[in-house]
């Protein structure tokens, strides 16, 4: 079920609907707040407009995510890599034994 959620960021009223849970909403705000007060506060206060601390925390989190997207392929490939040599060893195995058993 969708809800409407309303919030402040440097100083404007915003509010989104959304059918996320609260703990996951509450997460993604913080850290959107986290980041803006991290890309704004490099900068004397009011120095920088809102729309470049926007799009510089903008990018600071598509930064992150390519990062993460990365780091999931190669876990994804060392995986499956780990799993073709394990099955790889089990055919094995199971081939030794029936060989063993026949004789």
Same mark, same amino acid.
Request: no cysteine.
């Given at each position: ?11 404007? *009223? ?15 705000? *913080? ?57 790889? *060893? ?14």
């Amino acid at each position: 079920m969708e809800r409407l959620v309303r919030f402040e960021l440097l100083g404007q *009223q915003f509010a989104f609907y959304t059918g996320a849970p609260e703990e996951e909403v509450d997460e993604i705000l *913080q850290m959107v707040e986290s980041l803006v007060l991290e890309n704004s506060s490099s900068e004397a206060p009011g120095s920088i407009s809102v729309s470049k601390v926007a799009v510089l925390a903008s990018l600071n989190m598509a930064s992150r995510y390519v990062e993460l997207k990365r780091d999931f392929e190669t876990y994804k490939n060392d995986t499956e890599t780990r799993l073709i040599r394990l099955t790889e *060893q089990i055919s094995g195995e199971l081939a030794d034994e029936k060989k063993t058993s026949e004789r």
